[in-house]
């Protein structure tokens, strides 16, 4: 016995320790559930069971894999699970005490685990929110199953300092069973939630995998790349292809499942299935993607080889009545943008694409179908998961991003990045290699120039392209002297527009001016 009356072991404690067990195991779940919801790459248990391994010096963690064999890895996340639980026990005994204290500890324990997912470098924010979710899950439940273990019962006048009787009376504690009941109800049904969602995923996966459509990986056109290194590939691989998307986690549509309506200004609505679409001629085609979001300089763009259904072909089917001008697409998670329709059944390569580089669509990039429009910036054409055609007018509706400020339409702007030297670079004095890529989607890249501290303007050699669909690499040797640099790009397009150099922001329509890099020379 302690002199301030806790009796170790006594009735209070015991129920206050299974508050902070069964709030550590919710927290937990919550968490996990998060992870299998948005396919977090990393669980912030896991990670955290990684870093106490990498962190172990090496001569004690070669005896314990001799110990354990290959088991090191499932005995490490027991092992963390335990101190957790052990921990949340504790900060549940602590509430008698310090109502903040548990949730200083509970904070504590969310930091090591935001490290921990931190330190491993693919963790996406998604690892992130699933500590955020676990750290409020713990302060939100210790405080509901506590609250009814801590109040005093009727007439015993404590201290300030809180209950300090062992008893606890059989109300408290039918108080505590019914919401350590609700919760854990609660709790359970979130995870299996997010075992559901990430089994939807799995499943769509799968089915992706085991398609085969007739689509080709598409050859490169001569002298596409340059060949210097540094310079992004001119063929942006699936994985290494930027993403943007409004939508948390991407839907998981099986291919069965899809349909495709078209309606609105038509003479005869349609739906297709993805059987109609991947049973028509199929166009193929190199295009350059970017999104209206891209800084001078930045990376969110990338060029694929795509297979897919042209959409006039769909629109001539039909049928489109006179007096529209707009398309106006709608995706699977409620997705909209509106798209001009000449964009759509003028002579250009718009398509509903089913394929990426030769494999069915990654679901990231709009899994089973998306639409493709070169010339046009991502947010007004290139819906993913897409599922809802309307023929109609620019006038009759206002679309996700142009409702926030952006503009209705949005033709990219001729563009040009220094990939080499990169900013800040340090190179060896004498000739080096310049060179970087240069976009005008549909309208054609005509030359690339650039410009060494404040010097001549120079043409820059330019790679192959397949048409006026894609960026083009540029490259040059150029003489440099020990010292500081400046290099500067600008591309001309086939319209004969030279890029503007005046800096103007990515709202509402694209960003302008020139790409410019800092270069040391020694
Ligand atoms: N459903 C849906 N489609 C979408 C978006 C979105 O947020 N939701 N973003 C658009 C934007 S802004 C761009 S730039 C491109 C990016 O395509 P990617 O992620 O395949 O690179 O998708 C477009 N399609
Ligand atoms: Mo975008």
Redesign the pocket.
């Given at each position: 016995m302690r002199h301030d009356g806790r009796v170790t072991g006594d009735r209070r404690s015991a129920y206050l320790a299974l508050a902070g067990v069964l709030t550590g195991a919710a927290g937990i779940v919550t968490s996990q559930a998060t992870v299998w919801a948005l396919r977090a790459t990393n669980s912030p248990v896991v990670a955290v069971a990684s870093a106490v391994r990498d962190l172990t010096p090496g001569p004690l963690a070669v005896r314990l894999v001799h110990l354990v064999g290959h088991l090191d890895k499932p005995l490490l996340v027991a092992g963390t699970l335990v101190v957790l639980i052990v921990l949340c026990g504790w900060a549940g005994l602590l509430t008698r005490r310090h109502p903040l204290v548990p949730d200083l500890l509970f904070a504590g324990l969310a930091l090591v685990g935001l490290l921990a997912v931190i330190r491993l470098k693919d963790s996406g924010i998604a690892s992130g929110l699933a500590v955020v979710v676990g750290l409020v899950t713990w302060i939100v439940t210790l405080r509901l199953l506590t609250a009814p273990l801590l109040a005093e019962p009727a007439g015993a006048t404590g201290a300030a300092a809180g209950p300090v009787s062992g008893a606890l009376s059989a109300e408290s504690r039918r108080a505590f069973v019914l919401r350590a009941g609700g919760a854990a109800a609660v709790v359970l049904l979130a995870g299996a939630a997010g075992r559901v969602a990430s089994g939807s995923r799995r499943k769509v996966e799968q089915a992706r995998r085991l398609l085969r459509l007739p689509v080709h990986h598409g050859a490169l056109p001569e002298g596409a790349n340059v060949d210097v290194a540094g310079i992004a590939p001119w063929r942006t691989p699936n994985s290494d292809?930027?993403?943007?998307?409004?939508?948390l986690s991407a839907p998981s549509i099986s291919p069965k499942d899809w349909q495709l309506r078209i309606h609105g200004m038509v003479e005869r609505e349609r739906t297709y299935t993805y059987d109609d679409l991947i049973r028509r001629q199929l166009t193929e085609a190199w295009v350059t993607?970017c999104?209206?979001s891209n800084e001078v300089g930045g990376d969110?763009i990338?060029n694929a080889f795509w297979s897919g259904v042209l959409v006039r072909d769909l629109l001539q089917e039909v049928g489109v009545q006179s007096g529209a001008d707009a398309v106006l697409q709608t995706?699977h998670?409620g997705?909209t943008c509106g798209t001009p329709l000449a964009a759509l059944t003028d002579d250009r390569n718009a398509m509903l694409a089913v394929a990426m580089n030769g494999l069915p669509l990654p679901i990231?990039?709009?899994f089973p179908v998306r639409t493709v429009v070169p010339g046009l910036?991502?947010?007004v054409s290139?819906?993913?998961?897409l599922v809802d055609l309307e023929v109609t007018r620019f006038d009759r509706f206002t679309a996700y991003w142009t409702r926030r400020g952006w503009s209705a339409k949005g033709p990219v702007k001729t563009e040009s990045r220094i990939d080499v030297p990169r900013g800040g670079d340090n190179v060896k004095a004498g000739m080096i290699r310049v060179g970087g890529s240069a976009w005008a989607q549909h309208t054609g890249i005509e030359r690339v120039e650039y410009q060494l501290d404040g010097g001549p303007w120079r043409t820059a050699d330019l790679g192959g392209v397949p048409d006026l669909d894609t960026w083009v690499q540029w490259t040059d040797l150029v003489e440099v002297a020990a010292g500081d640099h400046v290099l500067v790009v600008r591309a001309t397009d086939r319209s004969g527009a030279t890029q503007t150099s005046a800096r103007r922001d990515v709202v509402p329509d694209g960003a302008t001016g020139w790409h410019t890099v800092s270069f040391s020379a020694t």
């Open positions: 292809f930027y993403l943007i998307h409004t939508v993607l999104c209206v969110l990338g995706s998670d997705w990231d990039h709009g910036y991502g947010y290139a819906t993913k998961w």
